[in-house]
């Protein structure tokens, strides 16, 4: 096991924030990761797998355990379904760029999510009309206490929007390992109906679409709208969209007839937040090294040398404008670590 010390966590993290964890190890198999969990040496880890939903505000004083478990393979299948077990150190894109490759179809609206497939289920990733939770079968997780596996189905998995387990009732308990989903072999439940699927692929001229299609479009609308982690840093939607009750949303609609909304339920209403940020003037908005992406105000990037801090005082003052101007409170959907 090689526990290396003061390693700049710049590369495993998308925002591209460069801080120091004091410990760092590599985990690529279970028994390694279960006696890594077991070293009394260290008694604070800190687990990084992608490094796409978090926003790292200082140095990590901890054995930072990096989970770079890897294998794709299929563990049940009939002539219609698929079960396929993704190790949680898999690239979440790659598995779905493989799964197309397959002929399978479930996962071709989630084309192009940065992060790892270990961490999908934390926040339960959606993107143009599906979620992980339409696919998901099951994950197995180690109890970081114990270094036990425990698995958890759908629906122990508590999903809600950019929600589960994971990040409320078990947050910091679990370390997932592998994540098992059911895919369709044939008869492909295609979803089309986001606005703009429905636009790329009429401008293409395709009007029976294939799931390769889909994730096609899909992939096409990203790279328009939202920028690449490689080239700057960013965390995908730094917010969640705000749902508020019927009450508070027909006097917001009033004041704001041209707003943009989804009707969750009868007494709820979704508003998007990349709308309201915009609204507040902030759109494309640099201050020093953070900014606002210029064509999704949802998403805030670090321009090169951003700090954490940085990056949470814009989402601060953010937060602030949006509450004064629409009385709406926005929350981040970026893991924060303080
Ligand atoms: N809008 C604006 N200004 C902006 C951004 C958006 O007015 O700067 C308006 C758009 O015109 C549109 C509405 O807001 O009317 C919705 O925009 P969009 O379709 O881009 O989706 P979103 O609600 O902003 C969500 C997810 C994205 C996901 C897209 C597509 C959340 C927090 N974000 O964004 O997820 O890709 O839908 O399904 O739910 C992520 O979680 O990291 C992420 C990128």
Not at 235 to 257: L, Q
Not at 269 to 288: H, N, S, Y
Request: charged share 25%; hydrophobic share 40%.
């Amino acid at each position: 096991m090689n526990i290396q010390e003061n390693i700049s966590l710049k590369n495993h993290n998308t925002f591209g924030i460069d801080v120091k964890a004091r410990f760092f190890v590599e985990i690529t198999g279970l028994v390694q990761l279960q006696k890594v969990l077991e070293l009394k040496a260290y008694p604070k880890k800190f687990i990084i797998s992608g490094g796409s939903n978090m926003l790292l505000t200082k140095d990590i004083d901890a054995l930072v355990v990096h989970i770079k478990l890897k294998g794709i393979s299929i563990v049940e299948e009939n002539e219609n379904f698929v079960e396929v077990k993704a190790m949680a150190g898999e690239n979440w894109h790659e598995l779905v760029m493989w799964s197309l490759d397959q002929g399978f179809g479930g996962l071709e609206n989630l084309s192009l999510i940065p992060g790892n497939v270990g961490t999908a289920p934390i926040q339960n990733i959606g993107a143009y009309g599906v979620e992980l939770k339409d696919v998901f079968v099951s994950c197995a997780a180690m109890e970081v206490k114990t270094g036990e596996l425990e698995g958890f189905d759908n629906e122990a998995c508590e999903f809600g929007y950019r929600e589960s387990i994971f990040k409320n009732k078990a947050k910091g308990k679990y370390i997932i390992t592998s994540v098992v989903l059911k895919l369709t072999k044939k008869d492909h439940v295609l979803h089309t109906g986001y606005g703009s699927i429905e636009n790329e692929l009429k401008d293409k001229g395709i009007v029976h679409p294939t799931i390769r299609d889909i994730s096609d479009a899909v992939i096409a609308i990203r790279r328009s709208k939202l920028p690449d982690p490689t080239e700057i840093g960013n965390s995908g939607s730094f917010f969640k969209n705000p749902v508020i009750s019927r009450k508070a949303f027909d006097k917001f609609i009033k004041k704001n007839p041209n707003a943009p909304f989804y009707e969750v339920d009868d007494d709820q209403f979704k508003i998007p937040a990349g709308w309201l940020v915009e609204q507040c003037g902030f759109k494309g908005k640099r201050f020093g090294e953070a900014g606002v992406h210029e064509k999704q105000a949802l998403v805030l990037v670090n321009y090169g040398g951003a700090t954490g801090k940085e990056i949470l005082d814009l989402s601060k003052k953010i937060q602030e404008d949006v509450q004064k101007t629409f009385k709406i409170k926005i929350q981040p959907e970026v893991n924060i670590i303080k």
